[in-house]
């Protein structure tokens, strides 16, 4: 059952997400389809404007098949995206790039896709040319204010990426994605591999550009103590399903779902005593590809019953603007 | 060094040669394990702690990297004194053992587990008498079984039939724990784990770094255990060693280190971490670069405190508490705030 049947939604939802999944299939030898993996399956959310929506969850869990499906790198194979009241999900080709301006996508590291041949002000022309009527004087002025807001002198127009560092080189990314002046933004695991400081600064950036552009943001992390920090709800994932929705506060304070309970209980607490001596998660996740009857984390699930393999708990609210998917949340 | 230190560096300097010059990457560093300590060594990607580990473990890349002097004291005899040859037939792999970051690089991928597992069993077994060529039948059956008994203390489900298995057929978190049994079975003193559990999510992360203190911890074994990750450190050190483009900054007990900063650099880079009660705080500036690096304490470009002193001289080691010690002309006062 879709979350949205008792949780009936924002109206004022900037993106509206509903029964959405995407499945690979598998293939064998002969490149015969025996089965497929169900990365993504009967996901339903709404995006308000303006706020900072967490997913989190550990590998294979389907984050960032749920960002790369947002934003048109995947096809969905069922479910609705409606992005300002608009369908979007069946969308391809110039259709999908009229919408793409004003939904992007960040990955990881987006000062890497900048073309080492090319100097900044190029990079930071050719998004308007592509997707803007405006004359190059217009673009010009868009692209220097832009610059600033990221934190980069303007004299930076005529360098190459060679000549900047890493740090400066992801800022023109951001600035690149930043001309088009998305309302909705698809962070990807944008701290991933980033030093302590580094991602303080980079998280400084994101904050300071959502309240200067007005910005929506979905952000994908494995890391619970930034997603605590930057988000205003958060959506847990595991194996493909959202298992629980919620304000931030709410979510840390009190899990509902055992899944939410065993990721939090594992993330050390600096200052305090070792977590790990404690309760941790026994197991791990079964494979995608080869799920278990009815609750899909029953395998490792501490109050697995036996109603927990005949039926796949669907989601419902357990407390105001709260969903879980548990028979006994 | 002391009787009860199983490892003492002293004054390491190295440096590596590459087209833009000299990268000065370890200056004069001093790092001290205990007997039975899991010893953190922590610090930003390029402040040296693989360089420091490789160096302990006598892998530098022969080509590019130059020791410009110090000691590397494992259980009083210098590292950097004895042969190649002598480091892996005595050392390497017998009495210092790694484990590394990706596993799964680390396996051949064409033997059996067991193939791998049996052949360090063949040369580093303690059962091994010097200078033993063959693999005598007796002596096999007998290191089979202590490998298999091994593989069931890391939790390796149904372990005789693990060992004819290929290494694709196990999990990251699986691999990892056949490494940690791998590091285990020569029965080492000392440990080195390089980022081990940077690629594993965060509950498959708590398991390992459970398993790894406990079975470190029932044998004895001292381990060095480098990470960027501060929770990771937090859960399995006893003390930790800060490092700083190629400085070591403070060294402290786990709760001091958290709780009772007294190097700037170590202060700041806490604050820098998410923290949901209040403002994102950044360290401000860049890591210098390490061909050219700053004078005297390299953090001092970017600290609030430094004055003439920290831009021409290297702070001497300075003990704040037992066990806790840093190189700052203006070590920190007092508690930190509630992290």
Known sequence: ????????????????????????????????????????????????????????????????????????????????????????APLQGAARRVVARRLQYVHQDPGASLDPRWTIRRSLHEPLIVHSGLSEAEREQRVRGILREVGLPPDRLDSYPHELSGGQQRRVGLARILTLQPRLVVLDEPTSGLDVSVQATVLKLFRSLQRQFNLTYIFISHDLAVVRMMCDRVAVMYLGRIVELGPTDAIFKDPRHPYTRSLLAAIPRIGGPRVTDGFVLEGEPPSPGKLPSGCRFRTRCPNAAPQCAEADPPGRTVAEGRVAACHFA | MAAADILAVRDLAVAFASDAGLAQVLDRVNLTIRRGEVM????????????????????????????????????????????????SDRVRGRRITFIPQDPY?????????????????????????????????????????????????????????????????????????????????????????????????????????????????????????????????????????????????????????????????????????????????????EIPRLIDPPQGCRFHPRCAAATDICRSQRPDERAVAAGHVVRCHHPHEGARHAA
């Not at chain 2, 702690?49 to 005899?77: C, H, Y």
């Open chain 2, 105 to 285: 690089g680390s396996f051949n991928p064409l033997f059996s587990v067991g193939d791998q597992v049996m052949e360090i069993m063949r040369w580093k077994s303690k059962r091994r008498p010097e200078g033993e060529r063959g693999y005598p039948r007796a002596r096999r059956a007998a290191d089979r079984a202590e490998a298999i008994e091994l593989l069931r203390q890391v939790q390796i489900p149904e372990p005789e039939a693990a060992l004819s298995k290929l290494p694709h057929e196990f999990s990251g978190g699986q691999r990892q724990r056949l490494m940690i049994a791998m590091a285990l079975l020569p029965q080492p003193d000392l440990i080195i784990a390089d980022e081990p559990t940077t690629a594993l999510d965060v509950t498959i992360q708590a398991q390992i770094l459970r398993l790894l203190r406990k079975l470190v911890k029932g044998r004895g074994i001292s381990v060095l255990f480098t990470t960027h990750d501060m929770g990771t450190a937090h859960e399995i050190c006893d003390r930790i060693t800060v490092l700083y483009a190629g400085q070591e900054m403070e060294t402290a007990p786990v709760d001091a280190f958290f709780v009772r900063p007294a190097h700037q650099y170590t202060a700041r880079l806490l604050d820098s971490l998410p923290n949901p009660d209040r403002e994102i705080r950044e360290i401000g500036g």
């Open chain 2, 40 to 87: 953190g060594l922590v610090g930003e990607s390029g402040c040296g702690k693989s360089t420091l580990a490789r160096a302990v473990l006598g892998v530098l890349p022969e080509n590019a990297a130059r020791i410009g002097g110090g000691r590397v004291m494992f259980d009083g005899e210098d590292l950097l004194r004895i042969g190649p040859e002598e480091m």
């Open chain 1, 1 to 88: 059952m879709p979350l949205d049947e008792r949780h009936a939604g924002d109206a004022a939802a900037l993106l509206r997400v509903r029964g959405l999944a995407r499945h690979f299939p598998i293939r064998n030898a002969l490149g015969l389809r025996r089965g497929s993996v169900k990365a993504l399956d009967d996901v339903s959310f709404d995006v308000r404007p303006g706020e900072t929506l967490g997913v989190v969850g550990e590998s294979g869990c389907g984050k960032s098949t749920l960002g790369k499906t947002l934003a048109g790198i995947h096809r969905p194979t069922a479910g609705s995206v409606l992005f300002e009241d608009a369908e979007i």
